[in-house]
């Protein structure tokens, strides 16, 4: 049974950097395409970073160059390192599986259940 479990979420002062963590079971993630979205308080869910199966990126632009995602196959997981974090970026961060068709992410499912960012001084 396939089971997404984030973790790292933590609160950070403006300027400051996170590492969030994706574990998986049930499915590999480097056979998929994996996903971090981020819901902020009274804001929609958004798609922030992909890498697709054969390891290519996607990013939103607002996180461009301040965030990166990475996987490991050995733990089967999947990372985002997030840098130079802002106010903007508090939210919820969820991981997703799913498959990515002409450079369009579409989202499974399955989804973590998240884990909080809060960015405040």
């Known amino acids: 049974q396939e089971r997404l479990v984030e973790s790292g979420g933590d609160w950070v002062q403006p300027g400051g950097s996170l590492r969030l963590s994706c574990a998986a079971s049930?499915?590999?993630?480097?056979?998929?395409?994996m996903a971090w979205y981020r819901q902020g308080p009274g804001k929609q869910r958004e798609l922030v970073a992909v890498i697709t199966s054969v390891g290519s990126t996607i990013y939103a632009d607002s996180v461009k160059g301040r965030i990166t995602i990475s996987r490991d196959r050995a733990k089967n997981t999947v990372y985002l390192q997030m840098n130079s974090l802002k106010p903007e970026d508090t939210a919820v961060y969820l991981c997703n599986e799913g498959v990515t068709i002409l450079g369009t992410y579409k989202p499974s499912d399955y989804w973590g259940q998240g884990t909080q960012v809060t960015v405040s001084s």
């Open positions: 049930g499915i590999s993630v480097t056979t998929k395409s």
